[in-house]
T-cell receptor, first 114, second 115 residues
């Protein structure tokens, strides 16, 4: 079955450390997204990519970086510049250029600070 | 820019009672609207979507939603709550433009089902 795989499910970061969250999809979708979820705040868009080798900042990109070297993969790096990284991170994908199509989500990575 | 407001961050219903979750949106273009459900420590699963056509949309697990343009609303209902409906529900509107398609989410409503 096609889907989105996020790993690891739980991740711990030390102060001053960069960590990378993995997101892989086999849905053949060109568009991919990263969201951050905090209690009571819904989902906020960090970065998104409509095509390989291209990506745009979302609403809360500061302290994060991404790459899109392959269609299937869209890793997110949480840098030491992100002062409050504890959150639940969700990756999604969709067909680009068709706003009537839903986004499909992975099961998330929960990041905590040690 | 689009925005979504979900009234009530928490809703408590008895098993067998009506579930009503409210969603209001603002959009400068014809909206595409979605309801998602999230179970603990999982991703979001699509319940239903409104694109064009029939304003009453049926989804999975017995849920349905009605698009009312005059009220800019897209409320989600289920006639009879089941214990398995306990989850968090998100309303979203599609935000599309030259930079691609994005979703703007409401703050979510957590549903508690009492036996």
């Amino acid at each position: 079955d096609g889907g989105i795989t996020q790993s690891p499910k739980y991740l711990f970061r030390k102060e001053g450390q960069n960590v990378t969250l993995s997101c892989e999809q086999n849905l053949n979708h060109d568009a991919m997204y990263w969201y951050r979820q905090d209690p009571g705040q819904g989902l906020r868009l960090i970065y998104y990519s409509q095509i390989v080798n291209d990506f745009q900042k979302g609403d809360i990109a500061e302290g994060y970086s991404v790459s899109r070297e392959k269609k299937e993969s869209f890793p997110l790096t949480v840098t030491s510049a992100q002062k409050n990284p504890t959150a639940f991170y969700l990756c999604a994908s969709s067909i680009p250029g068709q706003p009537n199509q839903p986004q499909h989500f992975g099961d998330g990575t929960r990041l905590s600070i040690l | 820019a689009q925005s979504v407001t979900q009234l009530g961050s928490h809703v408590s219903v008895s098993e067998g009672a009506l579930v009503l979750l409210r969603c209001n949106y603002s959009s400068s273009v014809p909206p595409y609207l979605f309801w998602y459900v999230q179970y603990p420590n999982q991703g979001l699963q699509l319940l239903l979507k409104y694109t064009t056509g029939a304003t009453l949309v049926k989804g999975i697990n017995g849920f349905e939603a009605e698009f009312k343009k005059s009220e800019t609303s897209f409320h989600l209902t289920k006639p009879s709550a089941h214990m398995s409906d306990a989850a968090e529900y998100f309303c979203a509107v599609s935000d599309y433009g030259a930079a691609g398609n994005k979703l703007t989410f409401g703050g979510g409503t957590r549903v508690l089902v009492k036996p």
